[in-house]
């Protein structure tokens, strides 16, 4: 499919009636945009709670939003659901009784269980995937709604966390030969059975992402609320830039490190292909973006810095621990069966600091404390709290360590106390820990260094 574009929308950029109007604009305004990947509908106001999350309340009978101490009941979310789906109807002037008579019947299933949530769940997709083609095709373009179970995108039989099978690639190569614009909903697919699986949640970005890998599209485009990715979060950072291209490495050292630009996984297929991943503004689609490619020339040394909060660093010390086989790999386990997210884990001789999600210890840190000290016997053992970790990333840094001296001598300048510092093996990016208190400073006194 070589000279088409997948281009994927997020819940913002479909979140009413004015959005959907602007996602036409862009998808008319080239005729290599082919294939249309949507999320359910957003937030239309910083009070209303996504249209997935009401869905989600209906399948666990209003559990969903009690976790979250939030009094809306199912029949409350039921009716967000269909209020919401009715007034995007009418606001564009769209027959659909059919498409929202559909809808309230899905709302009504007696599914089960794990079943019943996926289903659900992908019910804001599903439908305003059917919702956007039939407005397209109302504005005369010739559009279709390719639904997961029209074209075979098949999936595992985990309902909850599914997996793309095989056979899915070779089915939606097959769009190749449609003409039409196709709109797919994100988020789910079905299974061998013809049951509904869902991705985990961002899951609209996975399937944007191998949908663009099964046809091999020329780029995939994904548009969101933001004019791609900025050198630093610009609410520490006004003054920050959005970066021109970043290559697959890149974005991801950026992405674990705590820049929420889209699904970590759903960029592996397309690094597959080489396919650039085009990060763009529906607001401001005049706004260039961030291009995303398999290699680009290092013209700078760092492109961006990511900041990570709510860090804390289980460290260890035993005589001799770095030629005791297999000790990092046990510990690793242990904080695996704990459920707890590590980031990276710098070791020593005698030492080992793991760096873990602070909010994973609560409630298990007692246990996990007498789990290592029983298992694996360290002759000391303590974890810190509340750190910060600033990440500043770029292919640049390779075989230069310059910036890693400017960086430490303007932190000290600024009386900033580091708890802990690491290189990444590939050289092109560092890791500086410091108070959590002190984060914020301490990142626009990097950009100012590295950046600015």
């Given at each position: 499919?070589?000279?088409?574009?997948?281009?994927?929308?997020?819940?913002?950029?479909?979140?009413?009636?004015?959005?959907?109007?602007?996602?036409?604009?862009?998808?008319?305004?080239?005729?290599?945009?082919?294939?249309?990947?949507?999320?359910?509908?957003?937030?239309?106001?910083?009070?209303?709670?996504?249209?997935?999350?009401?869905?989600?309340?209906?399948?666990?009978?209003?559990?969903?939003?009690?976790?979250?101490?939030?009094?809306?009941?199912?029949?409350?979310?039921?009716?967000?659901?269909?209020?919401?789906?009715?007034?995007?109807?009418?606001?564009?002037?769209?027959?659909?009784?059919?498409?929202?008579?559909?809808?309230?019947?899905?709302?009504?299933?007696?599914?089960?269980?794990?079943?019943?949530?996926?289903?659900?769940?992908?019910?804001?997709?599903?439908?305003?995937?059917?919702?956007?083609?039939?407005?397209?095709?109302?504005?005369?373009?010739?559009?279709?709604?390719?639904?997961?179970?029209?074209?075979?995108?098949?999936?595992?039989?985990?309902?909850?966390?599914?997996?793309?099978?095989?056979?899915?690639?070779?089915?939606?190569?097959?769009?190749?030969?449609?003409?039409?614009?196709?709109?797919?909903?994100?988020?789910?697919?079905?299974?061998?059975?013809?049951?509904?699986?869902?991705?985990?949640?961002?899951?609209?970005?996975?399937?944007?992402?191998?949908?663009?890998?099964?046809?091999?599209?020329?780029?995939?485009?994904?548009?969101?609320?933001?004019?791609?990715?900025?050198?630093?979060?610009?609410?520490?950072?006004p003054e920050a830039r959005a970066i021109?291209?970043?290559?697959?490495?890149?974005?991801?050292?950026?992405?674990?490190?705590?820049?929420?630009?889209?699904?970590?996984?759903?960029?592996?297929?397309?690094?597959?292909?080489?396919?650039?991943?085009?990060?763009?503004?529906?607001?401001?689609?005049?706004?260039?973006?961030?291009?995303?490619?398999?290699?680009?020339?290092?013209?700078?040394?760092?492109?961006?810095?990511?900041?990570?909060?709510?860090?804390?660093?289980?460290?260890?010390?035993?005589?001799?621990?770095?030629?005791?086989?297999?000790?990092?790999?046990?510990?690793?386990?242990?904080?695996?069966?704990?459920?707890?997210?590590?980031?990276?884990?710098?070791?020593?001789?005698?030492?080992?600091?793991?760096?873990?999600?602070?909010?994973?210890?609560?409630?298990?840190?007692?246990?996990?404390?007498?789990?290592?000290?029983?298992?694996?016997?360290?002759?000391?053992?303590?974890?810190?709290?509340?750190?910060?970790?600033?990440?500043?990333?770029g292919l640049g840094l390779q075989g230069?360590?310059?910036?890693?001296?400017?960086?430490?001598?303007?932190?000290?300048?600024?009386?900033?106390?580091?708890?802990t510092i690491d290189q990444s093996p590939?050289?092109?990016?560092?890791?500086?820990?410091?108070?959590?208190?002190?984060?914020?400073?301490?990142?626009?006194?990097?950009?100012?260094?590295?950046?600015?």
């Amino acid at each position: 499919m070589a000279g088409r574009i997948v281009c994927k929308f997020g819940g913002s950029s479909v979140a009413d009636a004015g959005q959907i109007e602007k996602v036409r604009r862009i998808v008319e305004a080239n005729p290599k945009r082919r294939i249309v990947v949507v999320s359910a509908p957003g937030r239309s106001s910083a009070d209303e709670q996504k249209v997935t999350d009401h869905l989600i309340n209906i399948a666990t009978d209003g559990s969903h939003f009690r976790e979250q101490r939030l009094d809306v009941t199912p029949a409350q979310s039921k009716q967000a659901v269909l209020n919401k789906f009715t007034t995007i109807v009418e606001d564009l002037s769209l027959e659909a009784d059919d498409i929202l008579a559909a809808l309230k019947a899905d709302l009504d299933c007696s599914l089960s269980g794990d079943e019943r949530v996926a289903f659900l769940a992908s019910r804001g997709e599903h439908y305003n995937a059917r919702l956007i083609a039939a407005y397209f095709e109302r504005c005369g373009m010739e559009a279709s709604a390719g639904l997961p179970e029209d074209i075979g995108l098949v999936v595992s039989d985990d309902f909850l966390n599914a997996d793309l099978q095989e056979e899915t690639y070779r089915n939606i190569r097959q769009l190749a030969d449609d003409q039409r614009l196709i709109v797919v909903p994100g988020f789910y697919g079905v299974t061998g059975r013809g049951q509904v699986a869902v991705f985990s949640r961002g899951g609209s970005d996975l399937t944007g992402g191998e949908i663009a890998y099964a046809v091999d599209a020329e780029t995939y485009e994904n548009w969101t609320d933001v004019s791609g990715v900025f050198e630093a979060d610009p609410r520490q950072v006004p003054e920050a830039r959005a970066i021109p291209r970043l290559t697959f490495k890149e974005i991801r050292l950026l992405s674990c490190k705590g820049f929420n630009v889209f699904h970590l996984n759903a960029m592996l297929p397309c690094k597959d292909r080489k396919i650039p991943i085009h990060i763009r503004n529906t607001n401001e689609p005049q706004d260039p973006g961030t291009v995303i490619l398999f290699e680009r020339v290092p013209e700078e040394g760092v492109v961006g810095i990511a900041q990570l909060d709510n860090v804390a660093y289980v460290y260890l010390e035993k005589d001799m621990l770095g030629e005791e086989t297999g000790f990092t790999a046990e510990l690793l386990t242990i904080l695996r069966e704990f459920n707890i997210q590590t980031y990276h884990y710098p070791t020593d001789k005698d030492d080992i600091a793991v760096l873990v999600n602070q909010d994973d210890l609560t409630g298990a840190i007692n246990d996990l404390r007498q789990r290592i000290e029983e298992q694996l016997r360290p002759d000391f053992m303590n974890v810190a709290y509340n750190l910060s970790i600033l990440t500043p990333v770029g292919l640049g840094l390779q075989g230069n360590t310059y910036p890693i001296v400017d960086a430490l001598s303007a932190l000290g300048e600024a009386h900033i106390p580091i708890e802990t510092i690491d290189q990444s093996p590939s050289q092109i990016c560092f890791h500086i820990g410091v108070p959590q208190a002190v984060a914020d400073d301490a990142l626009r006194i990097l950009y100012r260094t590295l950046i600015g």
